[in-house]
């Protein structure tokens, strides 16, 4: 289960963050900042993305940062990626995510992915690879485009949702609606009391 979007005092905003949303359009990586969230061809993909920015944010476990920023550079793009390497809750995520255009993980290896959930329940249309555990769950409810890994790939799936707002908000919509009814917590107490009322039913059936 997920928690679903909470309500925070803008005071609690930090000045970094609210600099990022206040600069305009953004695609949003959240999560450990290391090599199997694939963040290597999301920053290659970039240069086929025009004009807009990337904003990857989450804890730098592994002291990655250092070749993710030389790999912007390499790219081209370092003047439209923005880095926020710590841990990202409270305000500054629910503003993060409100601002962002789309949200994109790449994975190589991926259990899961819970960031995908959060940005589904908050109407935030995604982009990821078949390696995410969540790509399932992407596909069921039509949230957002599971793609191929390649640089190319991921910038055509990019470019194709950022021209067409009314497509991310379609899907965002969708992915709101069903992730809030089956993986919000009030949404899995839900079915798991009506598995307790069957499973009580049965047992009384049975007598």
């Known amino acids: 289960g997920i928690d679903s979007p909470g309500s925070w005092a803008k005071d609690g905003l930090s000045r970094d963050v609210r600099a990022i949303t206040a600069a305009g359009d953004y695609v949003f990586f959240l999560g450990r900042l290391n090599w199997k969230k694939g963040l290597d061809r999301l920053i290659n993909a970039w240069a086929d993305v025009p004009e807009t920015r990337l904003v990857i944010a989450g804890n730098?476990?592994?002291?990655?940062?250092?070749?993710?920023?030389?790999?912007?550079?390499a790219?081209?793009?370092?003047?439209?990626?923005?880095?926020?390497?710590?841990?990202?809750?409270?305000?500054?995520?629910?503003?993060?995510?409100?601002?962002?255009?789309?949200?994109v993980l790449p994975s190589y290896s991926e259990n899961f992915g819970m960031t995908v959930l959060e940005a589904m329940i908050r109407?935030?249309?995604?982009?990821?690879?078949?390696?995410?555990?969540?790509?399932?769950?992407?596909?069921?409810?039509?949230?957002?485009?599971?793609?191929?890994?390649?640089?190319?790939?991921?910038?055509?799936?990019?470019?194709e949702l950022l021209i067409s707002p009314h497509k991310r908000e379609l899907m965002g919509e969708m992915a709101s609606n069903l992730v809030t009814d089956r993986y919000s917590w009030q949404g899995i107490g839900r079915q798991m009391e009506g598995e307790y009322q069957q499973l009580v039913g049965s047992e009384l059936r049975g007598q």
């Open 123 to 159: 109407a935030v249309p995604v982009v990821v690879t078949p390696e995410v555990g969540a790509a399932e769950v992407v596909r069921e409810v039509q949230g957002g485009l599971v793609i191929d890994g390649s640089p190319a790939e991921l910038a055509k799936a990019i470019n």
């Open 60 to 73: 730098d476990e592994d002291d990655y940062l250092a070749e993710l920023r030389n790999l912007a550079v």
């Open 75 to 103: 790219s081209g793009c370092a003047d439209r990626i923005d880095f926020l390497p710590r841990f990202i809750t409270g305000q500054d995520k629910e503003d993060l995510f409100a601002a962002a255009h789309l949200f």
